[in-house]
């Protein structure tokens, strides 16, 4: 069946594509940036151990704080200040300042997995269905894979006098990511917001059991013991 997308939907979804294709430019080469800029493979391990650690107390802060009406403005200002912490750092490179380029690429691995969490309950603001999960993936993992493909087949190429670098997708990330944060803060999502604030009206509050609900148990268990298994083969 064909899956109607209105004007709203289409715009989270170029969005979600956007963010995908500077996700592809920027972190395929990330570490090699950091090698590039005299950080040891010890010490870029350690910045990612922390981007981790931090990256789940922040999830949980804001999934407390963060309620569904501020959900745009709270994407907006993310994708804002992650466009302004990659530009920093392409600036910041090969100045020798490590300690700021390490505590930037820690807040951009935050504030990217917040907004990676976040995208979807805007989605599901406008529309509630398993085929729009579907095409979120299928955007997000096709994007993602056109900026790993054009990274690696542009590298090293020249335009002119200036040569592609890893520093230059930096720059390109740091544009796209502006331009998604522009065209998510003109997006309408006001009556959304509305009538979904009617709809939780009329439920009752329910919260995880995880005692009683076996399923939920056994799922948390899979997602946990997959994620250990490919990010120890992966990760480093």
Do not use: H
């Not at 430019?25 to 151990?49: H, K, P, R």
């Not at 790993?148 to 544009?175: P, V």
């Amino acid at each position: 069946m064909l899956v109607v997308l209105n004007k709203e939907l289409k715009r989270l979804f170029v969005i979600l594509g956007l963010y995908s294709l500077s996700s592809g430019v920027f972190y395929i080469f990330q570490e090699l940036w950091m090698a590039q800029n005299q950080l040891s493979v010890q010490t870029i391990g350690t910045v990612f151990s922390l981007c981790s650690i931090l990256s789940v107390s922040v999830i949980f802060l804001c999934s407390q704080f963060i309620t569904k009406d501020k959900l745009k403005t709270f994407s907006c200002s993310l994708f804002f200040f992650k466009a302004i912490v990659m530009l920093l750092l392409f600036f910041l490179n090969q100045t020798g300042l490590n300690v700021l380029i390490k505590f930037l690429i820690i807040i951009d691995y935050v504030i990217d997995v917040e907004l990676w969490i976040s995208l979807y309950p805007l989605i599901t603001l406008i529309k509630k269905e398993d085929k729009i999960y579907a095409i979120r993936d299928l955007i997000y993992d096709a994007f993602y894979y056109i900026g790993i493909f054009l990274t690696g087949l542009l590298l090293g190429k020249s335009i002119g006098s200036f040569e592609i670098n890893y520093n230059f997708y930096i720059l390109i990330a740091s544009i796209l990511t502006f331009i998604t944060f522009i065209i998510l803060y003109k997006t309408n999502l006001k009556s959304y917001v509305k009538k979904e604030k009617k709809v939780e009206s009329r439920k009752s509050l329910k919260t995880l059991n995880l005692k009683k609900d076996k399923i939920s148990r056994v799922y948390l268990g899979y997602v946990f013991f997959g994620e250990m298994s490919f990010s120890c083969i992966t990760e480093l």
